[in-house]
């Protein structure tokens, strides 16, 4: 998912945003576009074959742009340029920009098509992040979860409770599970001797993905980040879940679908609502209505039809601007509680709820 659509923007802004975006993909472990993204910006200051590709078109993130050439890569059109994707079976050694730039000069058409496609991630990372506060919410209330997502994309996340999660000397989670997670938290970790039953998964999305569809699985795999190989293994293999663990995710705005689902009770079970990087997508009145709706709903809830809002989203105070908080609140009562930090793909997680 991208950002809403602003104006078209001139060589020297998509350049700087470009950089910026170069800055947090070498934080966030990914060198590869690190450095095409950044020969990116020095190539639209030329106004070169970049400039060509993206000119007029409203690219709201670089994101949109790497996606876009991903998904190039993925489909046959640019072989020289695989030999340097990891996803695609090339290597990340070598420098990629020279294969890159040929790639937007011979297929300059078809990327400017693809830039009209959104860059849709489901990154099933931050089920690691929200683990804790899933484990958080059975422990205190003793039932079983109806789960309900805003901004759910392809459901992925809705499935949290069929990943294994491991930790030095310690695991959550079904050791058969196709996704796993090594070294999930940094250092302390949240009680795992808590056994879960999820009850019902629901959600919702501007734009959700069907992971059974092999276009949708594309846009998925596009917009994983090229040379994170352990992030592409786990998407396949949260799609396997995805075949076997049903969850539903409609097509309805977030204020709209939390307010019909809020308005129906979960006797004996513990609703969850939660959501995962969407607020940065949402407007500060859309913001705010989701929190009169939980707090409205929470001053209804009971202890045997509890409420819990977990979210990891930014934290706005982030120096960086990519450090994410995992934030719970539950009612009856309104505590709050930040119980871990991660970087928005998820893992490792710092937790820092009870152990
Ligand atoms: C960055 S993606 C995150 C998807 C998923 N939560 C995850 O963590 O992988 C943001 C998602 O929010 C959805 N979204 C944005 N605004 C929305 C709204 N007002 N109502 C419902 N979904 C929304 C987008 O379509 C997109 O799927």
Redesign the pocket.
């Known amino acids: 998912?991208t950002k809403p659509a602003g104006p078209a923007v001139s060589p020297p802004d998509l350049a700087g945003r470009m950089r910026e975006q170069a800055a947090a993909c070498e934080v966030m472990g990914s060198p590869l576009y690190a450095r095409l993204l950044e020969a990116t910006a020095a190539d639209l200051e030329a106004e070169g074959p970049s400039w060509a590709v993206l000119r007029g078109k409203v690219v709201d993130t670089p994101l949109r742009f790497m996606a876009a050439m991903h998904r190039l890569v993925l489909t046959g059109l640019a072989p020289d340029l695989a030999a340097h994707y990891p996803s695609a079976g090339g290597q990340a050694a070598g420098d990629a920009w020279p294969a890159f730039r040929r790639a937007l000069v011979a297929r300059r058409d078809e990327i400017r098509a693809l830039l009209d496609l959104?860059c849709?991630?489901?990154?099933?990372g931050?089920s690691a992040a929200l683990l804790g506060g899933f484990l958080v919410v059975v422990a205190e209330t003793g039932l079983p979860l109806a789960l309900a997502?805003?901004?759910?994309?392809a459901g992925?996340?809705l499935r949290w409770d069929r990943y294994r999660y491991e930790t030095v000397g310690s695991a959550w989670g079904d050791p058969e599970s196709p996704v796993r997670f090594a070294d999930t938290f940094l250092d302390g970790h949240p009680q795992f001797d808590v056994r879960t039953k999820v009850r019902e998964r629901r959600g919702?999305?501007?734009?959700?993905?069907d992971p059974a569809s092999p276009e949708d699985r594309l846009t998925l795999r596009s917009s994983v980040w090229a040379d994170q190989v352990e992030r592409l293994r786990r998407l396949e293999a949260a799609l396997e879940v995805a075949a076997r663990v049903l969850a539903v995710v409609e097509r309805?705005?977030?204020?709209e679908?939390l307010s019909r689902r809020l308005a129906d009770t979960r006797p004996g079970n513990a609703t969850v609502v939660f959501?995962?990087?969407?607020e940065?997508?949402?407007s500060p009145e859309?913001r705010a209505r989701i929190r009169e709706l939980l707090e409205d709903a929470g001053s209804r809830a009971t202890r045997t039809s509890p409420l819990a809002w977990l979210r990891?989203e930014h934290a706005w105070d982030s120096e960086l601007g990519l450090e994410c908080e995992v934030t719970l609140t539950t009612w009856p009562g309104g505590e709050r509680r930040v119980l871990a930090t991660a970087l928005p793909h998820g893992p490792p997680v710092h937790w820092l709820g009870p152990m």
């Not at 309805?252 to 204020?255: D, I, M, N, R």
Request: charged share 15%; net charge negative; hydrophobic share 45%.
């Open positions: 998912m959104a849709q991630t489901n990154e099933v931050r997502e805003i901004g759910a994309s992925l996340n919702c999305d501007l734009a959700p993905l309805t705005e977030a204020t679908w959501h995962s990087i969407v940065v997508y949402l859309q990891f």
